[in-house]
């Protein structure tokens, strides 16, 4: 990325994320650092517990508590949103923030129409009047490939299929012309013909909107196929970002590559598939050094005393002490 | 374990239906003079599973690719149509045991690991005694990959994969031929899901297993099985060798779904998506189901419901039109 991009839209500095419990503080996320510029599509991915939901939630401003940011700096805008209180941060949302959550079916009132839940949202941060938010609906509904959108505005979510639900939550995301989408597993809950058609849209939202995006998914294929650049995320920390074909085929982090050789191929198939042993460590018991280090295949005397930083590694950064020049 | 043409049957099933009644309740109906409402989950359908092979059901929500496992399980009973399993190792019929797809939901979280996988030996008076039920489990657990100390602990324990492995011990534990598995690694993230995979191919080797392989990832299939089974709508739309089906997909769903699958290794990110989606099973479409997605229909296709015709190759195909491009070849 040169420096002759356009400023980002989002920047997020060394975000710490702290659950304190009755054993002690937990750090859901440790020193994550990433930015989107407009019309650009970050995929953030990881294992099911790798704080990459936490990212997207801590920068909403919707922790749950007593989960709170005890660290880092959230920019939106060259406005430095993690301070704001939260009647603040209630306009930022929505306005400036759109999300897309996984399941359809529970974004959506199941007793107002459509076009009330969108006209609502229109209204809350649009001065229109009520014809003017109608108007703007059903022109959203089709904007988001939904067939005769001015009959539709008028129906229920239970009306609506699970693929054209999620067109609606896309539609409601993006409503009053947000500047950041995070959308968080999209595609999970959905076949994987409706995911395509999914997929696709976001896309081409994105391009012709300017948007920035923050897709969070664990499948790598949607990565694949809809990010420009990736964030790889382990028990909390980013340990590589970069562009997608980087990332996903020329990875500089063992545990990128052990998660790309572990996806049965569609092209081939192997006897045996590679795999990563054990687990991701639980957040309460992350070990000394690299987080990765008791599973990695090329671990070095290195990796089990000093954390790695991100380091440069081709167009991107990778956190990996393979990268730091001579051996782990 | 490729090239099972030749291999016996384990399994068949033939012209299987299953219906569910989903009516509104009698009062509801009487007011309303509402009809009785019928969701045909399993029309018609026949499959055969080679011994010590893997048949795999693939397809989206909704076709009915569930009910089909829970049928060959006895969870469901038949409305129509015949299960038959060859003779097993004593002469008695196959052995059938199932893994489900949530191992969040299918282990009781208030019993230590040893007594859940030591449930069918006691239920099913396997062994006598406890000493010699103690011994069969931690051998049932080491088999999975687990230490056979881990029997003390609980679910709650464990990772999403080894609660997995758990109910895969426990599966074996009555020493079956044949596994039915729901969706096994579809709630587990992709370097575990290698390890509970590669554990079921090494335990097929092994135990000259046989599976039903339920999936909606193509990929995950592929990689598992010698044949694939498509299914729409509570019908099989294709039938065919894994390889063949993946080279040369005859039928338009078949193709559909190939394409639509994202691919790590050659994204394409530009691709023209068909709309559409699966209609409901409950008001299903004249003639071949998926008429309104297809985008080579013909008329016939809305009217006539497609027979499943065997291919030279050994495909089956329920198609119109790959019914008439063969009678045009033989021509």
Not at chain 2, 173 to 184: G, H, I, N, T
Not at chain 2, 190 to 207: F, T
Request: glycine share 8%; net charge neutral.
């Amino acid at each position: 990325m040169g420096e002759t991009m356009d400023q980002p839209i989002l920047e997020v500095r060394n975000l710490t994320v702290e659950f304190p419990g009755r054993h002690g503080t937990v750090a859901a996320l440790s020193d994550v650092s990433l930015d989107i510029r407009a019309g650009e599509i970050l995929g953030v991915v990881g294992e099911s517990g790798a704080g990459k939901s936490m990212t997207g939630l801590a920068i909403q401003g919707l922790l749950e508590r007593p989960g709170h940011i005890s660290g880092g700096e959230i920019w939106l805008e060259k406005r430095r949103i993690d301070t704001l209180d939260d009647y603040e941060m209630e306009k930022i949302r929505g306005r400036k923030i759109g999300a897309i959550f996984q399941d359809p079916l529970t974004s959506l009132n199941p007793l107002f129409t459509v076009g009330a839940q969108l006209g609502e949202t229109i209204r809350q941060h649009l001065n229109m009047s009520k014809s003017q938010a109608k108007a703007r609906a059903i022109e959203l509904l089709g904007e988001v490939g939904i067939p005769s959108p001015d009959e539709r505005v008028n129906h229920y979510p239970h009306q609506f299929s699970g693929g054209m639900r999620q067109r609606v939550v896309i539609a409601l995301a993006l409503a009053a012309a947000p500047k950041l989408v995070i959308a968080d597993e999209p595609t999970t809950a959905l076949d994987v013909s409706i995911q395509a058609q999914i997929i696709s849209l976001l896309r081409r939202l994105c391009k012709e909107k300017r948007t920035a995006v923050m897709l969070v998914t664990h499948d790598m294929g949607v990565i694949a196929e809809a990010a420009d650049r990736v964030a790889v995320m382990y028990a909390g920390r980013l340990i590589e970002v970069g562009p997608v074909n980087q990332v996903l085929h020329a990875s500089s982090h063992p545990y990128t590559r052990g998660l790309m050789a572990s996806i049965p191929a569609l092209a081939a198939r192997v006897e045996r598939l590679n795999q990563i042993d054990g687990s991701m460590p639980r957040l309460d018991a992350i070990p000394d050094g690299c987080a990765f280090n008791p599973r990695c295949k090329s671990v070095g005397p290195r990796c089990i005393r000093e954390q790695p930083e991100l380091m440069p590694a081709g167009d991107g950064a990778s956190a990996c002490w393979l990268n730091a020049g001579g051996t782990a | 374990m490729t090239g099972t043409g030749q291999k016996k049957p384990a399994f068949t099933a033939e012209r299987l239906v299953k219906t569910f009644d989903v009516s509104a309740p009698w009062l509801s109906r009487v007011i309303e003079r509402k009809p009785r409402q019928l969701l045909q989950a399993v029309n018609d359908i026949s499959f055969t599973v080679p011994a010590g092979g893997c048949l795999s059901i693939v397809g989206e929500s909704g076709c009915g690719k569930s009910t089909v496992a829970r049928l060959v399980t006895g969870l469901h009973r038949p409305s129509g149509g015949e299960l038959r399993f060859a003779p097993g190792r004593n002469g008695a019929p196959l052995s059938v045991q199932m893994i489900f797809q949530d191992p969040y939901a299918s282990l009781n979280p208030r019993w230590r690991v040893k007594n859940i996988v030591a449930e069918p030996l006691r239920e099913m008076k396997l062994l006598k005694t406890s000493v010699e039920i103690t011994e069969r489990v931690e051998e049932l657990l080491e088999t999975v990959g687990l230490s056979a100390s881990d029997g003390e602990k609980y679910p709650h324990e464990f990772s999403g994969g080894q609660r997995q492995r758990i109910s895969i011990a426990r599966a074996l534990a009555s020493e079956p031929e044949f596994l039915v598995c729901d969706e096994p690694t579809s709630a587990l993230d992709v370097s575990v899901q290698a390890q509970v995979l590669n554990l079921m191919r090494k335990l097929q080797d092994e135990l000259g297993l046989t599976y039903l392989f339920i999936s909606h990832d193509m990929s995950v299939v592929r990689h598992m099985s010698d044949r694939i089974a498509v299914m729409y709508l509570g019908r099989i739309v294709e039938e065919g060798d894994t390889e063949e089906l993946f080279a040369n997909p005859r039928h338009p769903y078949t193709r559909l779904l190939l394409q639509t699958i994202p691919n790590v290794q050659q994204p394409n990110r530009d691709r023209v998506v068909g709309g559409g989606e699966v209609p409901s099973p409950l008001k299903p479409p004249s003639g071949c189901t998926f008429h309104p997605r297809c985008p080579v229909a013909i008329g016939r296709c809305s009217a006539e419901v497609p027979e499943v015709r065997t291919l030279s190759g050994g495909t089956r195909v329920a198609c119109h039109l790959v019914e008439e491009q063969v009678a045009h070849a033989a021509r």
